[in-house]
T-cell receptor
Framework: GAVVSQHPSRVICKSGTSVKIECRSLDFQATTMFWYRQFPKKSLMLMATSNEGSKATYEQGVEKDKFLINHASLTLSTLTVTSAHPEDSSFYIC???????????FGPGTRLTVL | GEDVEQSLFLSVREGDSSVINCTYTDSSSTYLYWYKQEPGAGLQLLTYIFSNMDMKQDQRLTVLLNKKDKHLSLRIADTQTGDSAIYFCAELDQAGTALIFGKGTTLSVSS
């Protein structure tokens, strides 16, 4: 099946620094990518929808200035957590929509720990 | 708004069948999905069903859809210890693009 990669898989940073997470679709072109956040023992929460070449659409309650999303190409979307704080520590998962299969494929996730 | 509900835990013995249930609210959902998440890993698409189907079978997996009751179930036959994971059901949102997830059912398989 289709593969979506994320990098890095795990990152630890100091409070106040910014962290960039990359999401790549490896064998299909994804016009739409999604960023989810997963809290411990809870479900996935959709943060934003990223469309190639346009601004991301953020869900209610998600700060667009804090979680910067860039979808510069059909195979790459990035999420930058700016001025990270301990409460931003979480598991961030991206997904990419394969229009040919009309389904979403998920990346392996990035574990962010902010000290 | 859309909402997806699942029971949180299921415990079975190896070799038994597991049935994970899910209810959803958006009757216009065209696709419903089951994902599996192993510890520390991302999500793996297990199977999906189109809303005009009642049942879909894929090897050990059987998905049943009751559209009238907005009820979806996943049956795993001959459950193995390797099936231990969290299982999420999801529906497409009203825009037909993003996925709305349930909280996940933790399946524990004992030998």
């Amino acid at each position: 099946g289709a593969v979506v990669s994320q990098h890095p898989s795990r990152v630890i940073c100091k409070s106040g620094t910014s962290v960039k997470i990359e999401c790549r679709s490896l064998d299909f072109q994804a016009t739409t990518m999604f960023w989810y956040r997963q809290f411990p023992k809870k479900s996935l929460m959709l943060m934003a929808t990223s469309n190639e070449g346009s601004k991301a659409t953020y869900e209610q309650g998600v700060e667009k200035d804090k979680f910067l999303i860039n979808h510069a190409s059909l195979t790459l979307s990035t999420l930058t957590v700016t001025s990270a704080h301990p409460e931003d520590s979480s598991f961030y998962i991206c997904s990419a929509r394969d229009p040919g299969a009309d389904t979403q494929y998920f990346g392996p996730g990035t574990r962010l720990t902010v000290l | 708004g859309e909402d997806v509900e699942q029971s949180l835990f299921l415990s079975v013995r190896e070799g038994d069948s597991s049935v994970i249930n899910c209810t959803y609210t958006d009757s216009s959902s065209t696709y419903l999905y089951w994902y599996k998440q192993e510890p520390g890993a991302g999500l793996q698409l297990l199977t999906y069903i189109f809303s005009n189907m009642d049942m879909k079978q894929d090897q050990r997996l059987t998905v049943l859809l009751n559209k009238k009751d907005k009820h979806l179930s996943l049956r795993i036959a001959d459950t193995q210890t390797g099936d231990s994971a969290i299982y999420f059901c999801a529906e497409l949102d009203q825009a037909g693009t993003a996925l709305i997830f349930g909280k996940g059912t933790t399946l524990s398989v004992s030998s």
